[in-house]
């Protein structure tokens, strides 16, 4: 067994400010001082790192965090790193933060590991163990430090408010004394955390909602919502990792489903696409064909766009316009809401760090069962296996 062992008398979680220009977020709110202090830890936060999410230093100095104004300082001192965007991850100034980086820090946030393999490897060179928070993997034990799964749940939400905010009509049904306004049509594509709660949320709103999954073991949750299920003869027992993610599928069985969608999508006032594959493109699922059928007017939330996209029109970050349709590629939506957004991700940062320390000390447990799924470098190596060999197939 491997392992990073900490001076027990003194750990130190670092908490930088997020410096990309379009992240709001903080990676450790004040309320969760208390508990990591509880278990031996000290809270570094750099100067106004919370501000953004509604949390002033004052809220922290009262929680028991110390402030520092220079983030060298946070590096040089803090023994763990948490951040939202991790260096790989953060293409304005992650370089910057990489240069801090020592043998014996521990940087925990999400990292992009597969699409960031230039800065995956100067970290391994650092020797820092580095930890991504989009792997940790779909099990009972990590159920409260799976970030994707909380912000997910927020960019479900913001989604169908997006969505509802751009169509040329409201999303429920009307009666007034000039006529009847029918209910939108809403077409929700996957049904992980995303996609249940943009299925919730369009519900409440009052719109008749129709889901869409390969898995066939969620229709009875898309239904228990009050969606219908758009039935198929495509899905499969074999489209879910051991993680509980979505597998990626042969180019046939693509194929197959732009067909199923395509006489729904044209019926469809507004479409929530949430399909991503750790690690891989996201589908497409949504052809330019499709596009051009459907109503005037129509949206497309594109959830899956920092990937490529759910559609073959989407562009990360932009709002395209085709056939007078718009296809929305947000990004980075839960950031919208950045104090409750903040909120959970702390918990899952607390409760990873929480998992990691013990007897004040900091053990990277290369055969923990949660671990040996999200540490991506260590001791001077990449030792994910994936991206391992991602970086080894880059080299040849």
Request: proline residues 4%.
């Amino acid at each position: 067994m491997e392992s990073t062992d900490i001076p027990s008398n003194n750990i130190i979680l670092g908490i930088p400010s997020e410096n990309h220009s379009q992240e709001r977020m903080v990676s450790l709110v004040p309320k969760n001082i208390t508990t990591l202090k509880q278990i031996g830890i000290e809270v570094v936060v750099e100067h106004d790192a919370g501000m953004r999410s509604g949390f002033s230093d004052e809220h922290y100095i009262e929680a028991g965090a110390t402030i520092e104004t220079n983030r060298s300082e946070i590096f040089k001192s803090a023994h763990i790193i948490a951040q939202v965007r991790g260096p790989s991850k953060n293409s304005e100034s992650g370089q910057k933060d990489i240069v801090n980086l020592r043998n014996d820090h521990i940087i925990i946030g999400f990292l992009q590991p597969q699409f960031s393999l230039k800065e995956i490897k100067q970290i391994a060179d650092k020797g820092s163990t580095s930890i991504a928070m989009e792997l940790i993997p779909r099990i009972p034990k990590a159920q409260n430090m799976d970030a994707l799964s909380s912000l997910a749940n927020l960019s479900g939400y913001k989604a169908v408010l997006l969505a509802a905010s751009l169509m040329p009509k409201i999303f429920p049904l009307m009666m007034t004394a000039s006529g009847t306004l029918r209910p939108a049509k809403i077409l929700v594509i996957g049904a992980g955390v995303a996609g249940l709660q943009a299925i919730a949320t369009a519900k409440r709103l009052g719109a008749l909602i129709t889901g869409y999954d390969i898995r066939p073991a969620v229709k009875e949750q898309v239904e228990s919502l009050g969606a219908k299920f758009l039935e198929d003869d495509l899905s499969s027992k074999e489209s879910e990792t051991k993680s509980g993610y979505a597998k990626e599928m042969p180019k046939e069985f693509y194929a197959n489903q732009q067909k199923l969608l395509l006489q729904e999508i044209s019926e469809t006032d507004a479409i929530i696409t949430t399909a991503a594959i750790p690690g891989k493109k996201a589908p497409v699922l949504i052809t330019t064909e499709m596009v051009s059928n459907m109503k005037s007017g129509s949206v497309i939330v594109d959830l899956a766009a920092e990937t490529g996209g759910n559609c073959a029109l989407t562009e990360a970050d932009k709002i395209i316009e085709h056939n007078n349709v718009s296809i929305i590629g947000t990004t980075n939506l839960h950031s919208t809401v950045p104090k409750d957004a903040s909120q959970v991700y702390s918990n899952n940062i607390s409760n990873l760090v929480s998992h990691i320390v013990q007897n004040n000390n900091a053990e990277i447990n290369l055969e923990d069962s949660i671990l040996k799924e999200v540490v991506v470098t260590h001791k001077g190596n990449i030792v994910h296996p994936l991206i391992k060999d991602l970086s080894n197939s880059k080299k040849e």
